[in-house]
């Protein structure tokens, strides 16, 4: 059983940073593809990054190239998300998913297993 817990999720002015943090247990990031998404109200949950076995490949939303940045510990078994120019569309809750994903299906719900409870972030002026 793997379990992962988000953190690191709250208030912050549009173009700040924030850094989420996703800490896994039952299974080794260096075995498993960890991702981000992200869920607003009425919205469905959508992909924003996910790192392949603790680094091998990083993969990111059209919407995150630039301003985030997945990055993997995998000494304290933690995968976090560096996000930087925040805008009001990034408010949303934040989980962290780890499956067997590989590059064709890195980008789908479907393709993970266990889901952390979710982290919100929110952004405005």
């Known amino acids: 059983q793997v379990h992962l817990v988000e953190s690191g999720g709250e208030w912050v002015q549009t173009e700040g940073s924030l850094r989420l943090s996703c800490a896994v247990s039952?299974?080794?990031?260096?075995?498993?593809?960890i991702a981000w998404f992200r869920q607003a109200p009425g919205i469905e949950r959508e992909f924003v990054a996910a790192l392949r076995w603790g680094g091998s490949s990083s993969y990111y939303a059209d919407s995150a190239k630039g301003r985030f940045a997945i990055v993997g510990d995998n000494a304290k078994n933690t995968v976090s998300l560096q996000m930087n120019s925040l805008q009001p569309e990034d408010t949303a809750v934040y989980y962290c998913?780890?499956?067997?994903?590989?590059?064709?299906?890195?980008?789908?719900?479907?393709?993970?297993?266990?889901w952390g409870q979710g982290t919100q972030v929110t952004v405005s002026s």
């Open positions: 998913a780890s499956g067997n994903a590989i590059a064709s299906t890195i980008r789908s719900v479907s393709a993970y297993n266990y």
């Open positions: 039952g299974r080794s990031v260096r075995t498993t593809t």
